[in-house]
């Protein structure tokens, strides 16, 4: 595979914990990579608020691929996706990377292909990326454009270090006593990605679309995207508690936890607005991740492996190493 290299790309959301790592794999891989950001602090960062067109079409400006990560507002995501594609269009950029989320399959067990609809209730996140994916569907089938291309990746559980919550967050929990082995309900499957294999996944679709065999990729191409190990989420508390040198964690009463969850949830409603106290009750478990530690869902990454020769192999024992010393600061 010839790859084009000088390539300029925009990754929106290009501060983020995912973004600012594309950006650095990208640029490693020897193409000129823009962070695109809402308010530029730092060389190497442009401004891109997506709800401003004229800021999307300079960032956009000589770029020939976008990889758009950014999200604020969750109910926001569809009319900045569609404000994105809509200057892409006119700048004639016609490749794209976005990113989705496994959340799209709302509560879906056992095996699951890329060609499976939700189950369940949808939160706004699921159905905001599920909008995004039909306007990026749209964009790339438009059959006025066939030199087209998008790669839709539908990322599972990305952590690392800079990981607010997956990290950062599960790290206060566990040291604030509220956190444990939650038995059969933490028996769940923890469908990891490390963000160094998904860097890895992203510059491989990125030089394919560089490549010289660009059109032999399908107009859309929907991938999952989980790495080299898939442990329970209890397993996941206890090797990142064991990591962090915290105390062994507890058993846990699920049943008692689920009876506080609406205690928790107005905890976190409390100190989202940036009222004082209850810090600790914000902590808990909320039902929706109870639900989550309990689902028993298998992620089929065949198509990635097949199209673009993806491969995961950071184990989590390798990932937690790689993820902690931020931290246990």
């Known amino acids: 595979m010839t790859s084009a290299a000088q390539d300029t790309v925009l990754v929106t959301g290009g501060r983020g914990f995912i973004g600012a790592a594309l950006v650095s794999a990208l640029g490693k891989a020897g193409f000129p990579a823009r962070a695109g950001v809402r308010r530029p602090s730092s060389a190497g960062q442009i401004a891109s608020d997506l709800d401003n067109a004229d800021e999307i079409r300079a960032a956009l400006a000589g770029a020939s691929i976008a990889v758009h990560t950014a999200y604020g507002d969750v109910g926001a995501m569809p009319l900045q996706c569609a404000n994105l594609l809509a200057i892409m269009s006119e700048a004639g950029v016609e490749s794209l990377v976005y990113f989705s989320s496994i959340a799209v399959y709302g509560e879906r067990d056992g095996a699951v292909a ?10 706004a996140y699921a159905a905001g990326k599920i909008a995004c994916e ?19 990746l539908r990322p599972g559980i990305v952590y690392g270090q800079g990981s607010r919550y997956w990290i950062d967050r599960l790290a206060q929990r566990i040291r604030a006593g509220v956190w444990g082995d939650f038995g059969a309900a933490g028996d769940g499957v923890a469908a990891l990605i490390h963000i160094d294999d998904l860097a890895d996944l992203v510059t491989r679709a990125t030089q394919r679309l560089a490549s010289s065999d660009r059109a032999s990729l399908p107009r859309v191409a929907t991938l999952n995207a989980v790495g080299a190990d ?3 989420w209890n397993a996941y508390f206890h090797a990142l508690a064991q990591a962090l040198g915290a105390p062994a964690l507890p058993q846990l009463d699920a049943a008692a936890l689920g ?54 192999s950071v184990s989590m024992a390798e990932g937690l190493r790689r993820s902690i010393n931020q931290a246990k600061r």
């Open 230 to 232: 898939t442990p329970s």
């Open 134 to 152: 039909n306007q990026v569907r749209d964009w790339a089938q438009d059959p006025a454009h066939p030199q087209r291309r998008a790669i839709i």
């Open 259 to 312: 009876r506080c969850a609406p205690v928790a949830l107005a905890a976190k409603v409390w100190r989202r607005v940036g009222l004082p106290g209850f810090e600790k009750q914000a902590l808990i478990p909320a039902a929706g991740e109870l639900a989550l530690f309990s689902r028993k869902a298998d992620y089929d990454t065949r198509a990635a492996r097949e199209l673009l020769g993806f491969a995961p």
């Open 114 to 123: 890329e060609s499976d609809g939700p189950v369940g209730a949808l939160d």
